[in-house]
Structures are given as structure tokens and as C-alpha cells.
């Protein structure tokens, strides 16, 4: 579809990058425009998520590259079967559906949490299907870098991570949204095929402590199990 105010040369030049890229157009663009945020939010000193960037761009320098995120090389994130199995839902870079807004709406209500996500991961990306609570920046945002993601941790182990207060926790508390203190607590229910491929998530997370009772685990894996009913319908 021509872009409103590009002459047909860009127009044919914006479609051919599209087309390199493996991308459709609208994505294309979209992913132009999250760079472009991106980059004007690490040079906005008054942004919480720009101090996360500018903190993930130190470790960059420094060497920990976060992007490759040395702790899961040759796990499960990157097994190819997997990585099939999330191609295979046809969701990636979907538009949002209200009906996978109404069960992250239902989860993050039942268990009280100001934040749920349905998502799937990439070995590169975490893809938001449907989001609440994210931080007023990333507003409109679709996905973020798998550096920045918790829910990498339940996908690489296949089951559920509870997490109640991540500073304390010393297998969390130098991830990037933890000491961006964008999250505290976490719990996340694995979203995975016949197979036992996890292709994504059903989180919860909140900017305070939290103890996740027996029943908000079952809560949430009852949810969890009506998300996996539509995603492999």
C-alpha cells in the first residue's frame, strides 16, 4: 500500500527494503519508527525507560552484549524446532485482537496485577499479541529486544517462573527491567504446543513486591490454558 506523501520512487524504494528485510511494509515502517523512539528515549534524561536503554547500551560497551545474552546461548530460546513452532502460529507481527486483549484484561484483574502480556519470543525479540501496563513510553510499541524480556526465563525452562521480589533474587535482580525498576515481581506461565515448544507467554508483573499464592498460580495457568486453546486452534 503507497505511503501517504511518498512519491512513487519511495514508495518502490520503501517496498523493495520491505521485501529484503522479509518484512511487509507496515512492519517495515513500524520497526523504522521503534528504532527512531528508541534512540530519542536514551537522550531523554527524564524518561525511566531511557535510563534502561542508556543502561543496556553500558553493558553493550562494556562487552555484555545483551542482545546474544551469553546465559542462553544453545538453550531453548534458540532451538530451531522451537523457533518453527513460533513461525507456525501465524501471530507474529499480527494486529491486536480483542480477544486476546480480553483474557490478558481477565488475568491481570483476577490476579489484581497492574501488568499482563500475552506474548511470543524470537531468539532476537519478545512480541506483545496484547499488552497492559506497559511504561507510557513504549506505548504503541509491539515487541522489545529479548535483552529486555523476563519472560526468557520461562520460555528457556518450559514452565512456570515465580518471581516475588527480583532485587532479592540474585538470578534476577541485574536484569535490565529490574534495575530499571520497571518490574519487582513476575510470574509467567509457559504458552506451549502439542510438541512441548514453548512459543511465547502468559505473564503477570507488578512494580511491587508480591507474594503468588497457590491460587494466583492456578489462576493464571487456568488463563494460560484458554490462550493456548486460541493460539493453536
Not at 8 to 34: P, S
Not at 40 to 68: I, M, P, Y
Not at 94 to 104: G, Q, W
Not at 141 to 159: F, H, Q, T, W
Request: contains cysteine; hydrophobic residues 40%.
Amino acid at each position: 500500500m503507497p505511503v501517504a506523501g511518498f512519491d512513487a520512487r519511495l514508495n518502490q524504494l520503501l517496498a523493495e527494503q520491505a521485501e529484503k528485510a522479509g518484512e511487509t511494509v507496515d512492519t517495515f515502517i513500524r520497526r523504522a519508527v521503534v528504532a527512531r523512539l528508541v534512540e530519542a528515549l536514551k537522550a531523554d534524561e527524564e524518561s525511566d525507560v531511557g535510563q534502561l536503554l542508556r543502561h543496556l547500551q553500558s553493558n553493550f560497551d562494556s562487552g555484555k552484549d545483551g542482545s546474544s545474552d551469553p546465559s542462553l546461548a544453545g538453550t531453548a530460546i534458540h532451538d530451531p524446532e522451537r523457533l518453527r513452532a513460533v513461525e507456525a502460529t501465524g501471530l507474529l507481527d499480527t494486529d491486536v485482537e480483542e480477544r486476546y486483549d480480553r483474557l490478558a484484561a481477565m488475568a491481570s484483574d483476577a490476579l489484581s496485577a497492574p501488568g499482563a502480556a500475552i506474548s511470543l519470543l524470537t531468539d532476537e525479540r519478545q512480541f506483545f499479541k496484547s499488552a497492559i501496563g506497559l511504561p507510557s513510553e513504549l506505548d504503541g510499541a509491539r515487541d522489545i529486544p529479548l535483552e529486555l524480556s523476563m519472560c526468557k526465563y520461562v520460555v528457556n525452562a518450559g514452565e512456570t517462573v515465580i518471581v516475588e521480589d527480583a532485587r532479592l533474587d540474585s538470578n534476577y535482580n541485574d536484569h535490565a527491567a529490574v534495575t530499571g525498576e520497571l518490574m519487582v515481581s513476575y510470574l509467567g506461565i509457559p504458552l506451549s504446543d502439542d510438541d512441548g515448544h514453548a512459543v511465547g507467554t502468559l505473564c503477570v508483573w507488578d512494580q511491587q513486591p508480591r507474594q503468588w499464592t497457590t491460587g494466583h498460580v492456578q489462576l493464571l495457568q487456568d488463563v494460560a490454558w484458554i490462550v493456548r486453546e486460541r493460539i493453536f486452534e
